[in-house]
T-cell receptor
Framework: DTEVTQTPKHLVMGMTNKKSLKCEQHMGHRAMYWYKQKAKKPPELMFVYSYEKLSINESVPSRFSPECPNSSLLNLHLHALQPEDSALYLCASSQDRPGGFQETQYFGPGTRLLVL | AQSVTQLDSQVPVFEEAPVELRCNYSSSVSVYLFWYVQYPNQGLQLLLK??????LVKGINGFEAEFNKSQTSFHLRKPSVHISDTAEYFCAVSSPARQLTFGSGTQLTVLP
C-alpha cells in the first residue's frame, strides 16, 4: 500500500476563518512533507517533519501552522489566510532512513484551497 | 546547490508517436533523479527514479529515462504515447536533506 490520503479534497474559506488540512499514511514512513502548488507551477516545499519533529520550515508565514500528532498523521492549520494562498496543498511521505535522500516521496491527491 | 531545468514547457505530440521530455540537472553531490507525473486535478505519481547502477531506467506506463552524467541529463522517453499520457511531467533531484528540487514542468498533450 503506497497511499497517502488527504482531506478535504476541496476547501473554500474566508480570510477570517480557521480551518485544518489533514494527511494520513499507513506505510510506516517517518518523514512527512507539506507542499504548496500554484497552477502551472511545480510544488514548493513548506515543511518537513522527521520522526514527528519539525526539521525544515521554508520561511512559511505563521498563518500556516503544521502539526504532527503521530507518525501517521500530519495536519496543516490555517488561520487568517490571504487570497494569494489559494493553491493545491500536497502532502507527501517517505521512509526517512539515515542517509536516505534517495528515498521516494509518495504524494497524496492534494487539497484544493480557495481563499475568498 | 542543486537545480533542474526542463527545457520544454509544452510538448504536443500525436497519438502513437514517440516522445522525449528533456531534463538537465546540476548538483554538487551524488545525484538521485526522479520523474513524476501529475494528471489533471491529482497529486504527483512517481514514474521512475535513478539512484545508481544502469543508466537506463524503466518506469511505469512504458516510460523510460536515460541518465547521462557527462551531459548532466535525465531525459524521459516513450516509444508510443496514448491520449491517457496527457499530463504534466516533473523532473526532480533529491538533496541530502531529503528536499526535492523540481523542474518547472512539461505539459505533454497527446493529440488524436
Amino acid at each position: 500500500d503506497t497511499e497517502v490520503t488527504q482531506t478535504p479534497k476541496h476547501l473554500v474559506m474566508g480570510m477570517t476563518n480557521k480551518k485544518s488540512l489533514k494527511c494520513e499514511q499507513h506505510m510506516g514512513h517517518r518523514a512527512m512533507y507539506w507542499y504548496k502548488q500554484k497552477a502551472k507551477k511545480p510544488p514548493e516545499l513548506m515543511f518537513v517533519y522527521s520522526y514527528e519533529k519539525l526539521s525544515i520550515n521554508e520561511s512559511v508565514p505563521s498563518r500556516f501552522s503544521p502539526e504532527c500528532p503521530n507518525s501517521s498523521l500530519l495536519n496543516l492549520h490555517l488561520h487568517a489566510l490571504q487570497p494569494e494562498d489559494s493553491a493545491l496543498y500536497l502532502c507527501a511521505s517517505s521512509q526517512d532512513r539515515p542517509g536516505g535522500f534517495q528515498e521516494t516521496q509518495y504524494f497524496g491527491p492534494g487539497t484544493r484551497l480557495l481563499v475568498l | 546547490a542543486q537545480s533542474v531545468t526542463q527545457l520544454d514547457s509544452q510538448v504536443p505530440v500525436f497519438e502513437e508517436a514517440p516522445v522525449e521530455l528533456r531534463c538537465n540537472y546540476s548538483s554538487s553531490v551524488s545525484v538521485y533523479l526522479f520523474w513524476y507525473v501529475q494528471y489533471p486535478n491529482q497529486g504527483l505519481q512517481l514514474l521512475l527514479k535513478y539512484l545508481s547502477g544502469s543508466t537506463l531506467v524503466k518506469g511505469i506506463n512504458g516510460f523510460e529515462a536515460e541518465f547521462n552524467k557527462s551531459q548532466t541529463s535525465f531525459h524521459l522517453r516513450k516509444p508510443s504515447v496514448h491520449i491517457s499520457d496527457t499530463a504534466e511531467y516533473f523532473c526532480a533531484v533529491s538533496s541530502p536533506a531529503r528536499q526535492l528540487t523540481f523542474g518547472s514542468g512539461t505539459q505533454l498533450t497527446v493529440l488524436p
